[in-house]
């Protein structure tokens, strides 16, 4: 999630061994509460034959509460719902099961967060937030918001585990950490001390760049050591978003930093680099302090290679070049050195789609190529060539196209929701509201996938988007990890 938020900010601005943590792999143990089943009553003095029967449903087994929590996921269910019944009933399941309530709460924060971030500069919503919350999701003072549907928002986004933080001033909704801390000794100690990790920060505005350094590794080790799927996604995710802390840093003030390499920020750096040189992060370090950057797209370059992929996954970006003067690509090739086929495969890929948009130009034409999703599962790229239609106007074609990492083939919205065509074109169209003509593009993003169409005019396309909670009655719960 994280990084898709990131992903505007550098448009705007143009752009391991830890010590003394004992992360034990034996998870502890909360007992489930005892639940009562009903029994019949035996009277010792009467036949068999004259005992009534009480309870014809004896013996039918009685859901668990945590069967109860996966009944509520459902498509009319929101994360507000699960919220509460986590409030009342995690402290009575077990470790593993309330983990899973947190990983299915935070796929379902995730339409809370889109409805949000499409209403929180309308007038009602951001008037009650700076007004009446008083600029922050204060509870306590939710019920004073006169408007009955932004009530119903707020209150929402609290009962579902939510705050409200500011980027560049603009208000977005996110998990709320805290919240999630209070139920800290009853998870795991991998999960917990992640738990507690991004509780301190979020109650912490300004901490030292040393101390958030040896945070960053800690977070490699445990991203290295763990085998759960759910503890690797937000592993990443706080890891990734504490890398953007340093390199990138609020409102992009460190963009520079190893332009001139000379500020206090840059000594505190390669301090901690000496110090931590088995580190993947020191690593990076190194690699920006030896590069002689003239602007600060160069380092920002690497962050992104460094952000792309986990540790685990033996992929990286490199520049495509071309031989042909006329022709700036702006694509990048993708690299392995175990996966060289399925690097392959990726690469051809984009390039056919490549060729799909240059036979849509004139010949003459100048590329870019963003990714805008990765993990170590899929990528998606976006290819954009500009050209001119006429000699006085500047046209553009566009394609996204996610590929399947376990493969390199890119994958439509149709094998993603293991349907055919015709059914894939169907659900989207009536989860989405749209109409799409033929099958869109998939797009993945960090909160779900974007689907995108073109129009008769090569610049023109239909976009929709679906959120993870939206694709629960299509893919499993792994699926939905991200």
Same mark, same amino acid.
């Given at each position: 999630?994280?990084?898709?938020?990131?992903?505007?900010?550098?448009?705007?601005?143009?752009?391991?061994?830890?010590?003394?943590?004992?992360?034990?792999?034996?998870?502890?143990?909360?007992?489930?509460?005892?639940?009562?089943?009903?029994?019949?009553?035996?009277?010792?003095?009467?036949?068999?034959?004259?005992?009534?029967?009480?309870?014809?449903?004896?013996?039918?087994?009685?859901?668990?509460?945590?069967?109860?929590?996966?009944?509520?996921?459902?498509?009319?269910?929101?994360?507000?719902?699960?919220?509460?019944?986590?409030?009342?009933?995690?402290?009575?399941?077990? =470790?593993?099961?309330?983990? !899973?309530?947190?990983?299915? *709460? /935070? #796929?379902?924060?995730?339409?809370? +967060?889109?409805?949000?971030?499409?209403?929180?500069?309308?007038?009602?919503?951001?008037?009650?937030?700076?007004?009446?919350?008083?600029?922050?999701?204060?509870?306590?003072?939710?019920?004073?918001?006169?408007?009955?549907?932004?009530?119903?928002?707020?209150?929402?986004?609290?009962?579902?585990?939510?705050?409200?933080?500011?980027?560049?001033?603009?208000?977005?909704?996110?998990?709320?950490?805290?919240?999630?801390?209070?139920?800290?000794?009853?998870?795991?100690?991998?999960?917990?001390?992640?738990?507690?990790?991004?509780?301190?920060?979020?109650?912490?505005?300004?901490?030292?760049?040393?101390?958030?350094?040896?945070?960053?590794?800690?977070?490699?080790?445990?991203?290295?050591?763990?085998?759960?799927?759910?503890?690797?996604?937000?592993? =990443?995710?706080?890891?990734? !978003?504490?890398?953007?802390? *340093? /390199? #990138?840093?609020?409102?992009?003030? +460190?963009?520079?930093?190893?332009?001139?390499?000379?500020?206090?920020?840059?000594?505190?750096?390669?301090?901690?680099?000496?110090?931590?040189?088995?580190?993947?992060?020191?690593?990076?370090?190194?690699?920006?302090?030896?590069?002689?950057?003239?602007?600060?797209?160069?380092?920002?370059?690497?962050?992104?290679?460094?952000?792309?992929?986990?540790?685990?996954?033996?992929?990286?970006?490199?520049?495509?070049?071309?031989?042909?003067?006329?022709?700036?690509?702006?694509?990048?090739?993708?690299?392995?050195?175990?996966?060289?086929?399925?690097?392959?495969?990726?690469?051809?890929?984009?390039?056919?789609?490549?060729?799909?948009?240059?036979?849509?130009?004139?010949?003459?034409?100048?590329?870019?190529?963003?990714?805008?999703?990765?993990?170590?599962?899929?990528?998606?790229?976006?290819?954009?060539?500009?050209?001119?239609?006429?000699?006085?106007?500047?046209?553009?074609?566009?394609?996204?196209?996610?590929?399947?990492?376990?493969?390199?083939?890119?994958?439509?919205?149709?094998?993603?929701?293991?349907?055919?065509?015709?059914?894939?074109?169907?659900?989207?169209?009536?989860?989405?509201?749209?109409?799409?003509?033929?099958?869109?593009?998939?797009?993945?993003?960090?909160?779900?996938?974007?689907?995108?169409?073109?129009?008769?005019?090569?610049?023109?396309?239909?976009?929709?988007?679906?959120?993870?909670?939206?694709?629960?009655?299509?893919?499993?719960?792994?699926?939905?990890?991200?």
């Amino acid at each position: 999630m994280y990084r898709q938020f990131f992903i505007v900010i550098i448009l705007i601005f143009s752009l391991t061994a830890c010590q003394g943590i004992d992360l034990s792999d034996s998870p502890k143990v909360i007992e489930k509460a005892t639940i009562p089943s009903a029994e019949g009553v035996t009277d010792t003095n009467s036949k068999p034959e004259e005992i009534p029967e009480i309870n014809p449903q004896a013996n039918e087994t009685i859901p668990t509460l945590f069967e109860g929590y996966k009944a509520l996921l459902t498509a009319d269910t929101t994360a507000a719902d699960l919220g509460n019944y986590i409030k009342d009933h995690i402290e009575d399941v077990s =470790t593993q099961e309330a983990e !899973e309530m947190i990983q299915w *709460l /935070i #796929i379902y924060q995730t339409d809370l +967060y889109q409805h949000y971030l499409y209403n929180a500069y309308e007038s009602p919503y951001l008037d009650a937030l700076n007004d009446t919350l008083g600029g922050v999701l204060d509870p306590t003072k939710i019920n004073a918001i006169e408007n009955d549907t932004v009530r119903a928002t707020y209150q929402n986004l609290s009962d579902g585990f939510m705050t409200i933080v500011r980027y560049e001033e603009s208000p977005y909704a996110q998990t709320d950490w805290s919240a999630i801390a209070a139920y800290k000794d009853l998870f795991s100690e991998e999960f917990a001390y992640l738990v507690n990790l991004r509780d301190q920060y979020a109650k912490t505005s300004i901490r030292d760049t040393y101390d958030i350094a040896e945070d960053i590794v800690i977070l490699e080790d445990m991203i290295h050591r763990t085998n759960n799927p759910f503890h690797f996604a937000q592993l =990443t995710d706080f890891h990734d !978003e504490l890398v953007n802390d *340093l /390199i #990138i840093g609020p409102e992009g003030i +460190y963009i520079g930093t190893f332009v001139g390499k000379s500020d206090h920020h840059y000594n505190h750096l390669m301090t901690f680099a000496g110090d931590f040189s088995h580190s993947d992060f020191a690593q990076l370090l190194y690699q920006l302090d030896g590069g002689d950057w003239s602007d600060f797209r160069g380092p920002l370059d690497l962050y992104d290679h460094y952000t792309a992929f986990s540790s685990k996954k033996d992929f990286y970006w490199t520049p495509t070049l071309s031989s042909d003067a006329n022709v700036d690509l702006g694509i990048k090739t993708l690299n392995s050195d175990t996966q060289a086929e399925i690097a392959a495969s990726a690469n051809a890929s984009i390039q056919d789609a490549l060729n799909e948009l240059i036979r849509q130009t004139n010949g003459t034409y100048a590329g870019s190529m963003n990714i805008f999703y990765s993990d170590d599962a899929y990528i998606t790229a976006y290819l954009s060539l500009h050209y001119l239609k006429t000699p006085e106007e500047t046209t553009y074609v566009e394609q996204a196209l996610t590929i399947d990492l376990s493969t390199g083939k890119a994958i439509t919205i149709a094998e993603y929701l293991s349907m055919t065509a015709e059914e894939a074109l169907q659900t989207v169209n009536t989860l989405t509201d749209s109409d799409f003509t033929q099958l869109p593009n998939l797009e993945f993003t960090y909160n779900g996938i974007a689907l995108r169409a073109q129009k008769s005019d090569p610049s023109e396309t239909s976009y929709a988007e679906l959120s993870l909670k939206d694709l629960v009655p299509y893919l499993s719960l792994e699926q939905l990890t991200r």
